[in-house]
């Protein structure tokens, strides 16, 4: 039985038309003078908003069969998109602020697929009907392919939280970095709506750049409003975050993983435990200092992992390895140290460019004698010897390892990510050399996956570690390769 939208959505969709009608309304209130006819113009492209609505409404439908998903759309020409059961890797249940205050929610039915086609979205159905809809869509394969789910995977309670992120820990949310330029951008969009609205507002952008050149000549003003900015960044860092992030909770629900999360627009993502092939656990400079960590599912088939497949906000690095433990399963062996080599090649990257830029800095200030060369060789030489420490743990950083259930592969020090997966999840290994490389004896391996990002480098490891740590993992895939066959008598 074809099914349609709830009748509420017409209260929104007109309201969220009108930020591309605003402009033009603009103009034509501006054009017509504010006379009866402008506004007898306005008042039709406002009811004309209702109208596109309702033909909306009721010309789309859809049907949940015993297979299959069924979306269609008819007007003028009739279109069905059909998406088997099978496909269906995700779904995404989220409840926007006038979507909250009506009681309806937008489900997004991720397919894995990658483009515009990647998932199909009811837009405005009630909630009582989205988590009807989840567990229908949700439904489990066969019990013959759930034989090679790991224990980790196996169905528990009907519900179970696996954390609820406690409250003070939004606090670690600006060391994320991600949420720190709120500030700048919103300054950014604010300069570009001035430029791009300024002809239609009737101020003109030769207004905006009137502004611009007032605020160049008067140096203290500019360096005051860029210190306002930066001191406004971890306050409205912290505030996006808590948005973003308000009251996390992970659970596993019948086979799944649910991700709850959102203040203003409260978001569920669920993740089939049988997809899930490992984890990714990344922190940066500042959250290794303070002790925390973020981390996402991998998971197979997975469309938009970095925003769906999020496991686990800015928690404390033992509670996101007890989480991803839990939920997955721990990686219980040492990551091996790539070779001296590879130390030597970070602290060259990190080093060696600032002091030729030093060197350039320093000709053009004997030669011109100019101050700005000066700060430039101040600052190229001060990036040189930040290098050192940053190279020398770039290359503490690097490091792989296997335990016999899972591939662990480390990078990284500014953003550091780890990456561990299931044995089962490899589906190939490439091997990769620069010109620079090979001068160096050393190679890139990259563990090909099945899920996630598809693949997984471990940077710089010795030509023995890349002989050896691929056949340690899949030793039947390489055992042909490495063994000669034995000898045959020839005729």
Request: aromatic letters at 8%.
């Amino acid at each position: 039985m074809s099914l349609r939208l709830s009748p509420k959505v017409l209260l929104i969709d007109p309201v969220r038309m009108l930020p591309s009608l605003l402009v033009p309304l603009i103009g034509v209130l501006l054009v017509g003078g504010f006379s009866t006819r402008s506004y007898v113009w306005a008042a039709v492209g406002l009811v004309g908003t209702v109208v596109v609505a309702l033909i909306r409404w009721a010309t789309f439908t859809y049907e949940i069969a015993s297979d299959r998903v069924e979306i269609k759309r008819s007007l003028i020409s009739r279109s069905i998109r059909t998406i088997p059961l099978e496909r269906v890797r995700g779904v995404d249940v989220s409840t926007p602020p006038m979507h909250r205050l009506l009681g309806l929610a937008v489900l997004k039915i991720d397919t894995g697929a990658s483009g515009d086609d990647a998932e199909a979205t009811l837009d405005g159905i009630t909630v009582e009907e989205a988590e009807r809809l989840r567990p229908l869509l949700l439904r489990k394969a066969p019990a013959a392919a759930s034989t090679t789910a790991t224990p980790a995977a196996e169905e528990g309670p009907s519900e179970r939280v696996i954390i609820a992120v406690p409250r003070r820990w939004l606090l670690y949310g600006p060391l994320s970095g991600a949420y720190l330029l709120t500030p700048f951008a919103l300054a950014g969009g604010a300069i570009g709506l001035a430029f791009q609205w300024g002809d239609d507002l009737g101020f003109g952008q030769d207004a905006a750049w009137s502004v611009g050149q007032w605020l160049w000549q008067r140096p203290s003003l500019l360096v005051a409003a860029v210190v306002l900015l930066v001191v406004a960044m971890p306050i409205a860092g912290g505030v996006m975050y808590a948005v973003f992030n308000w009251d996390f909770r992970l659970k596993r629900r019948d086979g799944y993983l649910v991700a709850e999360r959102g203040l203003i627009n409260r978001r569920s993502v669920s993740l089939e435990s049988r997809r899930v092939r490992g984890y990714e656990i990344v922190d940066g400079l500042a959250e290794r200092w303070a002790g925390v960590v973020r981390a996402w599912a991998i998971v197979t088939g997975l469309g938009d992992s970095e925003t769906r497949g999020q496991l686990l906000p800015v928690v404390p690095r033992t509670d996101a390895l007890t989480v991803t433990g839990d939920a997955i399963g721990p990686y219980r062996a040492d990551l091996r140290a790539h070779p001296p080599i590879a130390r030597n090649r970070r602290l060259f990257r990190a080093v060696v460019p600032w002091l030729v830029l030093a060197a350039l800095a320093a000709l053009l200030l004997s030669t011109t004698g100019l101050a700005v060369w000066w700060a430039l060789l101040v600052i190229a030489l001060i990036l040189a010897a930040l290098g050192v420490p940053l190279g020398l743990d770039r290359y503490r950083q690097l490091g792989h390892g296997y335990d016999g259930a899972r591939v662990a592969v480390r990078s990284g020090s500014l953003r550091r990510s780890t990456a561990v997966v299931e044995r089962r999840a490899v589906v190939g290994w490439r091997l990769r050399q620069t010109w620079f490389q090979r001068r160096a004896g050393v190679l890139t391996l990259t563990v090909g996956t099945g899920a996630g990002k598809g693949g997984y480098s471990a940077v710089d490891v010795s030509s023995t570690q890349a002989r050896d740590f691929p056949s340690e993992v899949t030793p039947e895939w390489l055992a042909p390769f490495l063994h000669p066959p034995p000898d045959q008598h020839t005729l």
